[in-house]
């Protein structure tokens, strides 16, 4: 099974601040991967896929980038409604996975 | 309205069975894989299985082979996943998922609510 390590597994922010996670992946993955928001007692909500494309609808404060085995998700400007665990998942091959998360909290 | 509902979990014993269903309505349910994601309390996501459109096609993650089994029925629009012989380590939250695709890329673009499995004695 492909591994992804994100990193970090969670970090203090402030509204406004730029805010970059990362995800490896054990082996090379082309662009086969997805982030996605989490908010405590809710479903995942899809940000990106492809590495790169913003899903409809998802603010343009959020990015990624990436290719192979190291991906990233920035946020650009962070706002309130941003603070949540945020993952990485992998679709390259099976089983899918998914990073550890990441916890967005507020400073 | 595009939705996923969940039903079907519950407090059962170790060993024990239990169906989950998954009802789809707002979309053309046959045209696309599904998926069941699971999240153990306080812990992160662990996708479980998928399941091709017409059903020809399904995955499992190891954890659960040979214990879990994924179906759907296009005409009822629904998605279920039967869990026999159950353990602890299965009590999560467990998610239906859509994989929408673009261009070969696969992803999980819709997800229910979720509905809890509790394995306990």
């Known amino acids: 099974a492909i591994r992804i390590t994100q990193s970090p597994s969670s970090l203090s922010a402030s509204t406004g601040d730029r805010v970059t996670i990362t995800c490896r992946a054990s082996?090379?993955?082309?662009?086969?991967l997805a982030w996605y928001q989490q908010k405590p007692g809710k479903a995942p909500k899809l940000l990106i896929f492809?590495?790169?494309t913003l899903q409809s609808a998802v603010p343009s404060r959020f990015s990624g980038s990436g290719s192979g085995t190291d991906f990233t998700l920035t946020i650009s400007c962070l706002q309130s409604e941003d603070f949540a665990t945020y993952y990485c998942?992998?679709?390259?091959?099976?089983?899918?996975?998914f990073g550890q998360g990441t916890k967005v909290e507020i400073k | 309205e595009v939705q996923l509902v969940e039903s079907g979990g519950g407090l059962v014993q170790p060993g024990g069975s239990l169906r989950l269903s998954c009802a789809a309505s707002?979309?053309?349910?046959?045209?696309?894989?599904m998926s069941w994601v699971r999240q153990a309390p306080g812990k992160g996501l662990e996708w479980v299985a998928n399941?091709?459109?017409?059903?020809?096609?399904?995955y499992y993650v190891d954890s659960v082979k040979g214990r879990f089994t994924i179906s759907r029925d296009n005409v009822k629009n629904s998605l279920y996943l039967q869990m026999n012989s159950l353990r602890a380590e299965d009590t999560a939250v467990y998610y239906c998922?859509?994989?929408?695709?673009?261009?070969?890329?696969?992803?999980?673009?819709?997800w229910g609510r979720g509905t809890l499995v509790t394995v306990s004695s």
């Open positions: 998922a859509r994989e929408g695709w673009t261009s070969g890329y696969r992803y999980f673009d819709l």
């Open positions: 707002g979309f053309t349910f046959s045209s696309y894989w």
């Open positions: 399941i091709k459109q017409d059903g020809s096609e399904k």
């Open positions: 082996q090379g993955i082309s662009s086969y």
């Open positions: 492809a590495a790169s």
């Open positions: 998942q992998q679709y390259y091959s099976y089983p899918r996975t």
